[in-house]
C-alpha cells in the first residue's frame, strides 16, 4: 500500500462503510454524476490529463469538450436511474442500462466530432447510479454495481475490439469490465481513502482530488496508459505516483516538485492516465453520496 497512508486503509475503509448515503431522486443522482464529471476536468494540476492549463498528452481535446461532453451525458444518467428505480438488480435492468450507455455514447461522439471525451465514465458512472438507486450504504453500492457489471449485456458487440481491450489481451492487463466487476477497488481501497484522509489533515480540496487521484494511478493497470507507453509507461506511472504521496502529497514543496517530474514523464511517451481519471470521477459521484449529517451523529467519524 505504500507509506502514503496515515492510517492502515482498511480503518479508513471500515468508518465509511456502514455511513449512510443519502436516497435522491433520478435527476439528482445524474446531477451528481454530471458534477463529478466537471470536478474531474477542472481539476488542476492533473499529470498529463485535460485541465485548466491545456490538453496534456491529448491533442484531440480540451477541458471545453470535456464540459460539452459532460452536459449531455446528464440526461442519459437520469434515465438509466429511472430505469433503476423501476427494476430490480438483474438481468433485464442490464439490458436497459447497457442500451442506454450506448445512446449516451453515440450522443458523445457527436457532440464531440468523433472523440472519445468519456466512454468509461459512461460505464463506470453508468453502473454506480443505477447501484445508488438501490443502496443505503458503501458496501451496498460496491455490491450492487458489481452485480450488475457481471450480467451479460445482448447488445454489446463482442467483434469489436476496443483499444482498451486490445491492450488488456496483449499485455495480459485487466480493465474497465473488470474493475467493476470487483466493485472497483481501486476506488474503495485507494481513491476514496486518500481522498478522506487529506482533507482531514487539511489539505485544501484540489489537493486531496488530486492526492486521490494519485492514489488509484499507484496501482491501476491504466490500459490509457499502456495503449500509449506500453508496460514501461504503466510502471512509471505507478512508481511516480508513488512517490508524490510518499513525500506528503501534493501539497507539500517536494511533492509538487514531483508531481511535475512524473507529468513530464508521461508527456515525454505520450502517456496519460485516462482510465484513473473516469475513476477519480467516480470517487467524486460516491463522495457526493454520503450523508454527512448521519456521519456526525453516528459513533463513527467519516474518516
Given amino acids: 500500500m ?7 486503509t482498511q480503518q479508513v475503509i471500515d468508518a465509511v462503510t456502514g455511513i449512510s ?48 461532453s459532460a452536459r449531455c451525458l446528464q440526461p442519459y ?20 442500462i447497457g442500451a442506454i450507455g450506448r445512446d449516451a455514447e453515440k450522443a458523445m461522439l457527436q457532440e464531440t466530432n468523433g472523440v472519445n471525451t468519456h466512454k468509461g465514465a459512461i460505464w463506470a458512472l453508468g453502473l ?17 454495481a458489481a452485480h450488475l457489471a457481471m450480467l451479460p449485456d445482448s447488445g454489446l458487440n463482442t467483434v469489436y475490439l476496443s483499444n482498451g481491450l486490445q491492450v488488456r489481451h496483449q499485455y495480459g492487463l485487466s480493465g474497465a469490465k473488470e474493475e467493476a466487476q470487483l466493485g472497483f477497488p481501486h476506488v474503495k481501497e485507494l481513491g476514496l481513502p486518500m481522498l478522506l484522509q487529506s482533507r ?32 514501461e509507461g504503466l510502471e512509471a506511472m505507478q512508481q511516480g505516483a508513488s512517490a508524490v ?7 507539500t514543496s517536494l511533492g509538487c516538485q514531483l508531481l511535475s517530474d512524473l507529468e513530464h514523464t508521461l508527456l515525454s511517451c505520450n502517456a ?32
Avoid at 505504500?2 to 492502515?8: F, N, R
Avoid at 454524476?33 to 491545456?54: I, S
Fill in 128 to 144: 454506480l447510479v443505477s447501484a445508488a438507486t438501490q443502496a443505503n450504504t458503501l458496501d451496498e453500492l460496491f455490491d450492487h
Fill in 245 to 251: 504521496l510518499n513525500a506528503g502529497g501534493v501539497g
Fill in 272 to 303: 496519460s492516465p485516462g482510465g484513473a481519471a473516469d475513476l477519480l470521477a467516480a470517487t467524486l459521484f460516491i463522495d457526493g453520496l454520503f450523508d454527512r449529517q448521519s456521519a456526525q451523529t453516528s459513533s463513527e467519524p467519516l474518516i
Fill in 77 to 96: 444518467f437520469c434515465e438509466m436511474a429511472d430505469k433503476a428505480f423501476a427494476y430490480p438488480l438483474g438481468p433485464e435492468l442490464r439490458q436497459h
Fill in 2 to 8: 505504500g507509506s502514503y497512508l496515515k492510517k492502515d
Fill in 200 to 231: 482531514a489533515r487539511g489539505d485544501s480540496e484540489s489537493h486531496a482530488q488530486l492526492n486521490g487521484l494519485l492514489a488509484i494511478m499507484t496501482r491501476l493497470s491504466d490500459t490509457c496508459v499502456a495503449s500509449r507507453s506500453g508496460l
Fill in 21 to 68: 448515503l443519502r436516497r435522491l431522486d433520478a435527476a439528482n443522482l445524474a446531477y451528481l454524476a454530471y458534477n463529478a464529471l466537471v470536478q474531474e476536468a477542472t481539476l488542476t494540476p492533473k499529470p498529463a490529463l485535460v485541465d485548466r492549463r491545456g490538453s496534456g498528452a491529448h491533442l484531440d481535446m480540451d477541458m471545453a469538450l470535456l464540459l460539452t
